[in-house]
Structures are given as C-alpha cells and as structure tokens.
C-alpha cells in the first residue's frame, strides 16, 4: 500500500505560468519535506513541516512558496517556473523520533517548456 | 569537502558479482540510510542504520560508528540492481534533516 502518495507523477507547465505539485501520506507523520532533484545529483532539501512549523531552506528561492493544510497533506507551489526548475520534485515523511526512518514519495518530474 | 562521500561514483560489474560500495562521512550521526533510485524513478530507502549490520534478501548493510564508515553490499548482482545507489545521514545537528552522499551509480551487466 502506498504510503506517501505524490501527483501528479509527470507535469507540464509553461514558462512562468504557476503550478501546484502535492504529497499526500497514510502514515500520520510529524515531519513532511520537499526536495528538488536535478539529474545526476542528489536530492536537495527545498524546505519541511515539523507538525505546522514552517523550515525554509536558506538557499531556496522565493519561488517557491508551500502549504501544509492538515498532517496527511503538503503542496509546493511554484509561483513562476523557469526553466532551471525542470527536475524531480520528491516528497519525504517522517516520524518525530530523531531515529525514525524517512519515508519517500514516488516523486513528481517537472518538465517546463 | 563533502560531509558525506561516496566512492566508487560509478561501478560497473557482471551479473553475479559481489559488489561493495562505501560511504564515509564526519559529523556525528544519529542514524545513516542506504536508498535505491532507479533510472528516472524515486527513492527506495534500503536501511536504516545506527550499529551493526543488518541484511534483506542479498543486500547487506554495515557501519562502524568509531570509523564513520559503513558499506552496502550486494551479492549475486542482477542487472535489476542497477540503479544510484545513495548514502544519506541523520547527523546530530541537523534538527531531522538527511545529508547526502553523491550517490554510487551501478550497472550490472548480463
């Protein structure tokens, strides 16, 4: 059964025009993150949720923004898509026991033409 | 210099080969993870490790906390092993955030 749930897998969008990614998961997780992947390099972490609290990234930019309605769901919203922000977005939940496992979505690949 | 790094980057083997791929990192950890990544797809986490040694089917994980060392192996290596594999640690600063390693890209040949 599919734990951390992400949709959709594969989206388009245009140039500037803004786009919602979401994460949705089944297993009640305090903590929630987003990283971008670019080809051929490691995840890099955007920003995550402990509970309700909002962690950005230093180095992230403003460009994207993220929500956290309930426990079980988390969107990331990119305002103005460039071109630079065609990667894999991937979705992680966690526990809040420090030594709990990181629990990975299916990921979203964003394509931006 | 990284605080996780991985080596080889790359490996190449022959189906049925024992294949071992290092991760060394240097900060304090509360616990390190071997994770999967197919070609184009997400991540599968593997282990999770704090001590020891701990197996699943052919794959083995162990890490020596003194060294800040641990190691994935694979035995009997099938072309459907192929894939990144990454290193990514929990360190004790990092208020629940993973550090990753490069990632060790491994093609297993028929």
């Known amino acids: 059964d599919a734990m951390v749930i992400q949709n959709p897998r594969y989206q388009v969008t245009q140039f500037g025009k803004p786009v919602t990614l979401s994460c949705s998961q089944t297993?009640?997780?305090?903590?929630m993150y987003w990283y971008q992947q670019k080809s051929s390099q490691a995840p890099k972490l955007l920003f995550h949720?402990?509970?309700?609290?909002?962690?950005n990234e230093a180095d992230t930019p403003d460009n994207f923004q993220s929500r956290r309605p309930n426990t079980s769901f988390c969107f990331l919203d990119i305002r103005s898509p460039g071109l630079g922000d065609a990667a894999m977005y991937l979705c992680?939940?966690?526990?809040?026991?420090?030594?709990?496992?990181?629990?990975f979505g299916p990921g979203t690949r964003l394509t931006v033409t | 210099k990284n605080e996780v790094e991985q080596s080889p980057q790359n490996l190449t083997a022959q189906e049925g080969e024992f294949i071992t791929i290092n991760c060394s990192y240097s900060?304090?950890?509360?616990?390190l993870h071997w994770l999967q990544q197919h070609p184009g797809g997400g991540i599968v986490s593997l282990f999770m490790?704090?001590?020891g040694k701990k197996k699943h089917g052919r794959l083995i994980a162990t890490i020596n906390i003194q060294e800040k060392h641990s190691s994935l192996h694979i035995t009997a290596s099938h072309p459907r092993d192929s894939a990144v594999y990454i290193c990514?640690?929990?360190?004790?600063?990092?208020?629940?955030?993973?550090?990753f390693g490069q990632g060790t890209r491994l093609t297993i040949n028929p």
């Open positions: 297993l009640n997780h305090n903590v």
């Open positions: 900060v304090g950890i509360s616990a």
């Open positions: 990514a640690v929990l360190s004790l600063q990092g208020a629940q955030k993973l550090v």
């Open positions: 992680a939940t966690k526990d809040r026991n420090l030594r709990s496992e990181q629990y």
């Open positions: 949720y402990y509970d309700k609290d909002f962690n």
């Open positions: 490790l704090s001590s």
